[in-house]
């Protein structure tokens, strides 16, 4: 969510972006929506909405997409890059970082919002699911190889600053106050990570279902 208004992804049959004004919470209404063929993630930032999205189907189409937002009742589609496996997106000024799956990370200068371009793609051990910025670290849930902390001072001269394996399949990650809250699959997974270099767990809460 921006201000008053707030993004969503429908999943069901084709994706849909959709934006809902929400300033009054009792009456929340639908604005405006666009399609694609399906949604991985969604980050929205100021103006303008970015997704780690497919536009219509098969690998060509997968990558980094922007949507201007500048009147969310009238969506409209801006810049893109075609990167395969593209999962997960955030945002910081005018820099992107994907997670791409087993293809790592990948940073994007979004200067130009409808001309978007690749500043390095970094390859990391395991799935590169979720990512989650904070400070001068991208903080990557990576599947088997669990939390991944990448250095990202310069996004054109990233480099991995250290790991945490966890027991699990890391899903996505939240950071906090120095803290990583990593979904794990069958657990959540607390860690400190004030050093970003040694990543230390600090609680681990068992769930019968999945975190996702």
């Known amino acids: 969510g921006v201000g008053n208004t707030l993004y969503a992804v429908d999943t069901a049959g084709t994706d849909q972006l959709f934006s809902y004004n929400i300033s009054s919470p009792n009456n929340i209404l639908q604005l405006n929506s666009i399609s ?15 997704l780690a999205a497919d536009g219509s189907g098969g690998g060509e189409s997968r990558g980094f997409y922007i949507v201007n937002a500048t009147n969310p009742g009238s969506m409209a ?3 893109r890059v075609n990167l395969t496996n593209a999962a997960d997106v955030y945002v910081v000024g005018n820099t992107a970082f994907v997670a791409r799956g087993g293809s790592g990370i990948t940073s994007v200068n979004i200067t130009n919002k409808n001309s978007p ?3 390095q793609a970094l390859s990391l051990n395991g799935t ?8 001068n670290y991208a903080y990557i849930a990576a599947g088997n190889a669990g939390l991944i902390t990448v250095d990202i001072a310069n996004p054109s001269s990233m480099s991995v600053a250290g790991t945490y394996n966890t027991p699990g399949t890391a ?18 997974q607390i860690i400190d990570v004030s050093n ?3 990543p230390l ?4 809460f068992a769930t019968p279902y999945n975190y996702s």
Do not use: K, T
Request: without cysteine; glycine residues 10%.
């Open 36 to 50: 694609y063929d399906v949604v991985y993630g969604v980050f929205a930032d100021g103006s303008y909405v970015y």
């Open 171 to 188: 899903l996505n990650v939240y950071v906090q106050d120095n803290i990583a809250y990593v979904a794990d699959n069958s657990s959540l």
């Open 117 to 119: 371009s690749v500043l």
């Open 128 to 135: 590169a699911n979720g990512v989650f910025v904070s400070g």
């Open 77 to 79: 589609s801006a810049g």
């Open 196 to 198: 970003p270099a040694s």
């Open 201 to 204: 767990l600090l609680r681990s």
